[in-house]
Nanobody, 112 residues
C-alpha cells in the first residue's frame, strides 16, 4: 500500500507561481515513476508531467516551458513548480504513483 500526501495548492493571480509537493510513503513506494495529473470541472483528467526515478521528465504540451517537475528520492517527494500560471490552469491537481495510486487532489485556482 502506498500513501500519497499532497500540498501546495491555492489561489494565485494569473502570471503567478505555485509549487505543489507530493510525498509517497509505504511499502514499495520508492523507485517508481511519479507524476501529476489535473482535472478541470466537466473535463477529463489529463497528464501534466511525469518523472522517472532517475529524474527524466516529460510534460504535456500545455505546460512546457512553464512547469518543472523534480524529485527528491531521499524524501520520496516530487515537486511541481508552476510558473506563469494562466486561468486555464485552474483545476484539481492529483499526484499519481505508477503503482496505480492517486493522491487526494489539491485545488489550484488562477484568477484572471
Amino acid at each position: 500500500q502506498v500513501q500519497l500526501v499532497e500540498s501546495g495548492g491555492g489561489l494565485v493571480q494569473a502570471g503567478g507561481s505555485l509549487r505543489l509537493s507530493c510525498t509517497a510513503s509505504g511499502s514499495g513506494s520508492s523507485n517508481y515513476d511519479m507524476g501529476w495529473y489535473r482535472q478541470a470541472p466537466g473535463k477529463q483528467r489529463d497528464l501534466v508531467a511525469r518523472i522517472t526515478p532517475g529524474g527524466a521528465t516529460n510534460y504535456a504540451d500545455f505546460v512546457k516551458g512553464r512547469f518543472t517537475l523534480s524529485r527528491d528520492n531521499v524524501k520520496n517527494t516530487v515537486y511541481l513548480q508552476m510558473n506563469s500560471l494562466k486561468h486555464e490552469d485552474t483545476a484539481v491537481y492529483y499526484c499519481y504513483h505508477y503503482r496505480s495510486y492517486w493522491g487526494q487532489g489539491t485545488q489550484v485556482t488562477v484568477s484572471s
